[in-house]
């Protein structure tokens, strides 16, 4: 499996775990079988991520040095991203059928094919594969540095290859580091959307009187993932007992802070038990307990959360949940941020600037702007760039093609463009902090439901809201446009997952005014943020046409000619 195997890890990002797959392991073998038996055919159904997920670089840079032509059908659509395709396979992963062919002697680069069948129906596929094969009317994909096996959308790659990536073990970046959020096991063991809830149900689960039954069924019935009872361990209920555990703001999903019980001492005991999962992410940890840090949260793969592009990033204003996108590990860039811990290794998780050295020193030279605000400039300012439109739209060709490769963004050569940006940016990360509040009275909720309190279930429908008490059964209608309703990032339907989480089955208490009134305000904010999003298309467009700070020459020491950098604003 050397073949296959990955540069050394440097950062965060594990992409040698694919090297454990059996999937991976087969197709090495098949290669090494077809190899001994030149001139050969070999034919495998894989799953449709393998033609360019970044984990299979290796394995596909192995195939274009060793094969002699492919063929790449995708016959099955990964729904879990939101497809509603009829698959073949009854799995929500795609699937795609490889077939390669391997010559006594070539030294030519092999030719790729493809060619996606995933749109149709269940029955179309069925008859296509059984016609004659049509080596007619398909895509040629040409060799990329990422080996992919499918073609990617168009996009201008002489500007974007000019462009600043986010993060990169390969080359210059503009963060230093970066890491997933908390990763926890079990998730609604230690969160809740109500400080006085989540006490309450740790002293209930803290009770050994009360049995796993009574705990599931006061605190988790109707929920789709309660709490295994080996999760609840003596020592995880000994630990809950303790009348000083620390309650904290969480970034949960985006647009929404919940409260997260933050102890050690808890999620120690429930790392040890049977089957593990808890990931307690030091850096992380170390990082947002300096009130001075944020940043933002950046799903690793945009094709994974959704059939089209949409906003994948959400702002972190407090410490950051594993699951901030719907698929993949969403990683966290600060503005602070500290060393890697590393194994058996002395480490004070001191927190320092997280922006490429170099870049800070170029910026301060060109800008004439000091490091230390620049720092928090650029976390806004990138954070802004990838919530333009305009940037996801023309960028869409690379931003959607390979899976787990960070995106690159421009930065301006004139101060005043980056920021103009960095302003809007800042403004979309507060509308996104929980205690923002919206004068945007577009969606205004009535009497009905301000002045009551029900223990809420709900239905979505196009433009409306179905309200109704598990109690009395009554339902109360509330009007919403789809544009709100409809509204995403990195993968969630933000308005879907208030619901979901205030939601009798979660929440265990009514809603009333407080939280009624917190929906209406969640209305607003997300007018607010689409109203900036419009603003900063704007100055994306100026950016895309000024001139740029290219990082191979930042990276090499080259020195950048500014002419005239007195004539704009600082």
């Known amino acids: 499996m050397v073949d296959f195997r990955p540069a050394i890890r440097v950062g965060r990002n594990n992409t040698q775990k694919q090297n454990a797959n059996e999937m991976t392991k087969f197709l090495r073998w098949c290669l090494f079988k077809a ?74 680069l092999p030719s790729v094919h493809y060619k996606s069948i995933f749109n149709f129906g269940y029955k179309e596929k069925l008859e296509y594969l059984e016609l004659p094969v049509d080596n007619t009317n ?32 390969s080359g210059p970046s503009i963060f230093e580091r970066h890491c997933s959020g908390l990763k926890l096991a079990p998730t609604h063991l230690l969160v809740h959307f109500n400080e006085g809830q ?50 904290v703001d969480y970034s949960y999903r985006p647009f929404l802070t919940a409260k997260l019980l933050f ?16 990931r307690e992410r030091p850096e992380v940890q170390a990082a947002y307990t300096d009130n001075g840090v944020f940043g933002f949260a950046v799903a690793p793969a945009p094709a994974d959360i959704s059939p089209k592009i949409h906003k994948f990033t959400s702002f972190c204003w407090s ?4 699951d901030l996108a719907t698929r993949g590990n969403a990683h966290v860039f600060c503005n602070k941020f500290p060393d890697y811990k590393k194994t058996q290794k002395e480490w004070k998780g001191k927190c320092k600037s997280n922006i490429n050295a170099k870049l800070l020193k170029a910026l301060e030279d060109v800008y004439e702007v000091t490091a230390t605000k620049l720092v928090d400039e650029l976390v806004f300012y990138v954070y802004a760039v990838l919530n333009s439109n305009i940037y996801l739209h023309t960028f869409e060709g690379k931003l959607y093609s390979t899976a787990g490769e960070w995106p690159a963004i421009p930065i301006p050569m004139t101060y005043e463009l980056l920021n103009r940006m960095s302003v809007l940016g ?41 309200i109704h008490d598990i109690n009395s059964r009554e339902i109360i209608a509330v009007q919403v446009p789809d544009e709100i309703l409809t509204f995403q990032a990195s993968g969630y339907e933000i308005v879907r997952e208030w619901l979901k989480y205030h939601s009798y089955s979660y929440y265990r208490k009514a809603c009333g005014k407080k939280e009624f009134e917190e ?52």
């Open 35 to 108: 190899e001994q038996s030149r001139p050969s055919v070999f034919a495998l159904v894989l799953p449709s991520t393998f033609a360019n997920n970044i984990s299979f670089v290796p394995a596909r840079k192995f195939l274009f040095e060793h094969v002699s032509e492919m063929w790449v059908l995708e016959f099955d659509a990964d729904n879990r991203a939101g497809h509603q395709a009829e698959n073949l396979f009854n799995t929500l992963q795609g699937r795609l059928l490889l077939v390669g062919t391997l010559r006594e002697i070539d030294t030519n």
């Open 138 to 169: 398909w895509d040629v994909v040409k060799m990329s540095k990422d080996y992919l096996l499918k073609p990617i959308g168009n996009f201008d790659e002489s500007l974007y290859s000019q462009f600043w990536h986010i993060a990169s073990d």
């Open 198 to 247: 989540l006490k309450r149900r740790n002293k209930f689960i803290a009770d050994e009187a009360n049995s796993y039954a009574e705990i599931k069924d006061r605190w988790y019935k109707g929920q789709t993932k309660p709490p295994a009872q080996k999760k609840l361990s003596l020592e995880v209920r000994k630990c809950l007992s303790n009348n000083n555990l620390q309650i």
């Open 263 to 278: 102890d050690n001492t808890v999620m120690d005991a429930l790392r040890k038990t049977e089957g593990g999962g808890m």
């Open 319 to 322: 410490m950051p949940d594993n």
């Open 426 to 466: 800042h403004k979309m990360a507060e509308v996104e902090k929980a205690d923002y509040q919206s004068v945007n009275q577009q969606v205004v909720l009535g009497s009905s439901l301000l002045d009551r309190e029900i223990n809420m279930e709900y239905n979505i429908s196009e433009g409306s809201i179905m």
């Open 519 to 570: 929906l209406q305000n969640l209305f607003g904010r997300i007018l607010d943020f689409k109203s900036l999003v419009a603003s900063a298309d704007e100055i994306m467009s100026e950016i895309l046409q000024s001139e740029l700070i290219k990082p191979n020459n930042v990276a090499s020491g080259i020195e950048i000619n500014f002419p005239n950098k007195n004539d704009y604003g600082k």
